[in-house]
């Protein structure tokens, strides 16, 4: 079972990608599960025809109990990849980093993994403030290998450089390493240059480097990934061929 961690400062496409990669790796007969982390409880969207899901968080205010099976907090979307969404408190009176590590404690109980049996499990994950919640994916193990998405802008390289320290915190416990970088070009002056800069100064490869394209804004649009909405354009070609790289690349680690 590959464990992946996509981690991005807040608007930069790190759902955009991982809902394309798991669009991709569903393409290559993969069974999928996409995991959001973020109190937006947007990440899945795209894979469900532009309907939002019920985010574990929500179920569990609203119903005021803990869900009694997956079916309740999850929904099987493009390709069959199960969905599912942690979201976060009611706004302004709590902490969405524990409402991930609830969610967590709960997918543990209802045995998702065991029941479900993915070959991929990607996680999409707010990388703005890596607290204790936020980090939970690298630190309790559930990923084990981390790509962190960014463009040649300041405030995401910086993100992007708070993401790979909380990473190297946790290197010696044998915890999730950095695979490497996606660059999400945004059209910044310089930016292959700075994110090529980055990356070396980091010791980590740019993975893929996703150009803009009017093409993924009209599928999403229509509920779609790009890579469900025609996986012959070349922006499609970019997820598909990052998927297989990140099959060759990833440990397999049960």
Known sequence: MIKIAIYGKGGIGKSTTTANLAAAFANLGKKVIQIGCDPKADSTINLLGGKPLMPVMNYMREKDADPEDLESISKVGYGGV?????GGPTPGLGCAGRGIIATFSLLEELELFETYQPDVVLYDVLGDVVCGGFAAPIREGY???VVVVTSGEKMA????GNILTAVKNFEDRNYAKALGVVLNCRAVER???RVEAFAKENGLPILAKVPRSQDIIDYEDQGKTVVEGDPELPVSKVYIELAEKLLRECQDVG
């Open 82 to 86: 199960l969905c599912i969404e942690t």
């Open 143 to 145: 990923a084990r290998d």
């Open 157 to 160: 390289l910086y993100a992007a």
């Open 191 to 193: 930016e292959e240059e």
